[in-house]
């Protein structure tokens, strides 16, 4: 049966290829809706409430980034004959190898907060965003123990389903790796949507160098340090400089 020079090159480059079934990313883009708008709702509830310990928060918050990644592999990568490490990209076989992908996530991390502060600053105030770090910041010891693990699991995570599942899918879709970037990216943002509009844009604009990170390098490991260091830094100072009273203007 003769094929289409479209469904050849679909064949031949391994970069069209779908890493997992279609029907599992719209699946998958329902669920990041539904969950985007239960954390809207959840997040209000949480501060209504005035919970004081907020380790179940956060483990529940594991567990689900676990499911996402289970999903993803377990009903679509892995079926598909996929692999982890094709996944994650990139190659850890010695020390150097470790402490280069550190050094690019630290590289990484100087060069984006520029950008950041800049959105942040031409977007204005934004209180919802305001709102969800404070209520979601730890405060005891315990709590920031548990936001640590937290941060590690959300480093790991997020950066696979995003960069690595979403990403590698829609440049199969797309066949444009720009054009991938920017479709995980507004699908990251909108996933954060219950830090409000202005938070799901800067967010956005963070997936979307995250992408150009794990594009440039082939690998996912310098996203993944970058994106657990920054989130525990973040978490753990927010925690501290709210219990001092001195809150800071904009939160990474």
């Known amino acids: 049966m003769a094929t289409t020079p479209a469904e050849s090159e ?3 480059n391994p970069e069209r290829k779908l890493i997992a079934p279609l029907w599992h990313t719209i699946v998958f883009l329902l669920f990041l809706i539904g969950y985007a708008y ?4 959840r997040v209000g509830r949480f501060e209504n409430q005035h919970i004081t310990n907020k380790v179940p928060f956060y483990l529940l918050t594991i567990v689900f980034e ?3 990644v289970a ?5 679509g990568v892995r079926p598909a004959g996929g692999s982890f490490r ?4 990139g190659k850890w076989n010695t020390a150097g190898d470790v402490l280069r992908d550190i050094g690019v996530a630290f590289v990484f991390w100087i060069i984006i907060i520029g950008p950041l502060v800049e959105v942040q600053h031409l977007l204005g105030a934004n209180s919802q965003m305001a709102k969800a ?3 979601m910041s730890p405060q005891s010891t315990q709590e920031m123990i548990a936001w640590t693990c937290l941060s590690v699991s959300a480093g790991f995570c997020e950066e696979l389903v995003f960069r690595g599942y979403l990403q590698k899918q829609f440049h199969a879709f797309t066949g444009s790796a720009a054009l991938a970037i920017l479709l995980q990216a507004v699908v990251f943002g909108a996933a954060h949507s219950y830090q409000g509009v202005n938070g799901a844009v800067t967010i956005t604009v ?4 995250f ?6 390098r082939k690998s996912l490991r310098p996203g993944m340090i970058q994106h657990a260091t920054q989130d525990t830094f973040a978490g753990l100072a927010y925690g501290l400089l709210q219990r001092l009273g001195k809150l800071p203007r904009a939160y990474f």
């Open 10 to 12: 679909l064949q031949l």
């Open 38 to 41: 239960f954390q809207r709702g």
């Open 66 to 68: 676990l499911v996402l």
């Open 71 to 75: 999903y993803v592999w377990f009903l």
């Open 86 to 89: 094709a996944l994650i990209g």
């Open 133 to 135: 770090a404070r209520v």
């Open 206 to 209: 963070y997936g979307a160098l």
């Open 211 to 216: 992408g150009i990170l794990a594009e440039y």
